[in-house]
DNA sequence: TAAACATATGAACAAATATTCATATGTTGT
DNA sequence: ACAACATATGAATATTTGTTCATATGTTTA
């Protein structure tokens, strides 16, 4: 016997219907975008250590990628992405490039995450 | 003339040192893939509308992808990856399966995101 | 000024990921 | 039992993403 969608639904709405209503619903493309850039940021192992690393002091290219052992350029490849989505910011002094956090909500995120994982 | 180390980076080693000192305090390899792993979760967009959606009201397969035009079979395979993960849900009833966000955890991730993109 | 060092970046390559397509499994209604 | 429907999934393909390599720019020191 077919089962009543108000049952399986909790609404009378036919299946079509109920699509049609939820689209006007649906988080919008901008948003959604944006929000997929914003977590893309934090999704990769090198840029979370370089973020973790600097969380705890400054530091110039060449250190972090010393600590990390990994080259200068793909440390710097990846700085680039951090700095434009405005998570780190840098300051030159010399030759040197000294990169910091912008502000505490990088951390904050970052702690939060952390804090899903280790539970 | 050569700038002082402790000038530069607030600390009497040298870069070297510096270096060697801080890979101890390196986020370990395993902290750092499960985290990148949790945040890559969040990174697609049509994850994101999916998540979105769920947190209005539980949806099985086919509505989801009629609400957002997309093919059951995209929806069915983003679907896995939030199973896996353990975002959402499902509960089989009938030929439908129907899903539904594991724990508010889910929607408060979402919802930190989207304060800090609308900001 | 030349050599050494620090960083940035474009191009090539490799790896990971999302979607489509075809199809298998399982359930419902006739 | 059969047809229609709902979902899941492996394989193929397209796209994105991360690293390497070569090199350009700019600063310091000899």
Redesign the interface.
Known sequence: ME?NLKD???TDMG??D??KE??A???C?D??????E???V????TR??II??LS?????V??IA????MSQSAISHQLKVLRNQKLVKPRK??K?V?YSLSDD?VVT??K???D???E
Chains 1, 2 share one sequence.
């Not at 948003?31 to 997929?36: K, S, V």
């Not at 934090?42 to 192992?45: H, L, N, P, Q, R």
């Not at 010393?66 to 052992?69: A, F, S």
């Open positions: 089962e399986i639904c909790g299946h079509e109920l699509i939820n689209k619903n649906t988080l493309d948003h959604a975008y944006h929000l997929a914003f977590f893309k934090y999704s990769d192992e979370l250590k973790h690393l705890l002091k400054e530091l110039c060449h250190e010393g600590i990390l052992d002094s010399g040197h000294f909500h995120i970052f939060n995450g952390l899903h994982i280790v």
